[in-house]
Antibody, heavy 116, light 108 residues
Framework: QVQLVQSGAEVKKPGSSVRVSCKTS????????ISWVRQAPGQGLEWMGG????????NYPQKFQGRITFTTDESTNTAYMDLSGLRPEDTAVYYC?????????WGQGTVVTVSS | SSELTQDPAVSAALGQTVRITCQGD??????VSWYQQKPGQAPVLVIY???NRPSGIPDRFSGSRSGNTASLTITGAQAEDEADYYC???????????FGPGTTVTVL
């Protein structure tokens, strides 16, 4: 059964960076976009962007310009999301998901807490 | 602010029909996908494209679109359908993706 398995919870200081990983199977990695979605406590879902490994293309909303980076490691079928300049309002559950127009498979979520 | 709008909450009696709507200019052009999220869990895709259900999603879930409004209908709502539901599509200007603010469904 195909799964997306994410890295564990993180606690970060304001101004620091976080890397969240998302490991999947080979055919998922090579054939799909890996998207990232976050959810702040008590809030809705927010699309953060995604990467399509086959085309090596990324996209993300303007609000994350300069702070977010998506990368992949083909040798381990792992996608990474790096977010820098962390602020308390970045505290959220971060999900990776398979797809772009529709997300048919989700990771279990990674809790990122930003606190001094 | 979200380019897609949803009613904050909807309720229905057990076994009745629940309709959740999602409005936005982009929906005249792009399909919407719908997600169900229960507390403490990752979202689950329930409808995508014209009106497609992933494997394992009960056929009481269906989707439709008219003009700038997409709808998710639960025909014969069950207690386990209580959840938050989010629509997802593209923003009309940037063409990037966006979620609606979500609708909390209560089954009475």
């Amino acid at each position: 059964q195909v799964q997306l398995v994410q890295s564990g919870a993180e606690v970060k200081k304001p101004g620091s960076s976080v890397r969240v990983s998302c490991k999947t199977s080979g055919d998922t990695f090579s054939s799909y976009t890996i998207s990232w979605v976050r959810q702040a406590p008590g809030q809705g879902l927010e699309w953060m962007g995604g990467i399509t490994p086959f085309f090596d293309t990324t996209n993300y909303p303007q609000k994350f310009q300069g702070r977010i980076t998506f990368t992949t490691d083909e040798s381990t079928n792992t996608a990474y999301m790096d977010l820098s300049g962390l602020r308390p309002e970045d505290t959220a559950v971060y999900y990776c998901a398979r797809g772009a127009d529709a997300f048919d498979l989700w990771g279990q979520g990674t809790v990122v807490t930003v606190s001094s | 602010s979200s380019e897609l709008t949803q009613d904050p909450a909807v309720s229905a009696a057990l076994g009745q029909t629940v309709r959740i709507t999602c409005q936005g200019d982009s929906l005249r052009t792009y399909y919407v996908s719908w997600y169900q999220q229960k507390p403490g869990q990752a979202p689950v895709l329930v409808i995508y494209g014209e009106n497609n259900r992933p494997s394992g999603i009960p056929d009481r879930f269906s989707g439709s679109r008219s003009g700038n409004t997409a709808s998710l209908t639960i025909t014969g709502a069950q207690a386990e359908d209580e959840a938050d539901y989010y629509c997802h599509s593209r923003d009309s200007s940037s063409k990037l993706y966006v979620f609606g603010p979500g609708t909390t469904v209560t089954v009475l």
